[in-house]
C-alpha cells in the first residue's frame, strides 16, 4: 500500500486550527491544542506508558510553524517552545484524525471533510 501524504498544509492561528491535505483525498483539521496534547515526543511519551506526561493548560497554544522531516513527519514548533515531536503522516492521517470518516465518533477537538 503506498503511503499517503500531505499534499497541502494550512496553519490558521487566529483560530488555533491546522488543516492538512492528503494525497488520498481526505481533509483533516486538528486544533492547535489537540496537537500539543498529543505530542509523540521522549519528553511528553516517554519511554513506557508509565513515563507518559499528562499534558494540560494548553487551551490557547499556537502552532509557530512546521518543517517536514524527510518523507515522513513533520515536526511541529508551538509557542510554548515545544518543538521535539515528530508527527508522523501516518499518525496523524490514521491515529490522530478524529473525523467521523476516520474514527466511530466525531469529536471537537478535531474534525475533518471528506
Known sequence: MPQTLP????????????EIDWSDGHQSR???????????????????????????????????GGEPVGNYALRISFDDDHNTGLYEFSGLRHTLC?????????TDKETCAS
Request: with cysteine; aromatic share 6%; net charge positive.
Open 7 to 18: 499534499v497541502a498544509i494550512r496553519n490558521y492561528s487566529t483560530d488555533g486550527t491546522l
Open 98 to 106: 478524529g473525523c467521523a470518516t476516520c474514527s466511530d465518533k466525531q
Open 30 to 64: 486538528y486544533s492547535h491544542e489537540w496537537l500539543r496534547v498529543q505530542c509523540p515526543c521522549a519528553d511528553c511519551r516517554g519511554h513506557t506508558p508509565e513515563q507518559a506526561k499528562v499534558i494540560s493548560g494548553k487551551e490557547q497554544v499556537r502552532i509557530t
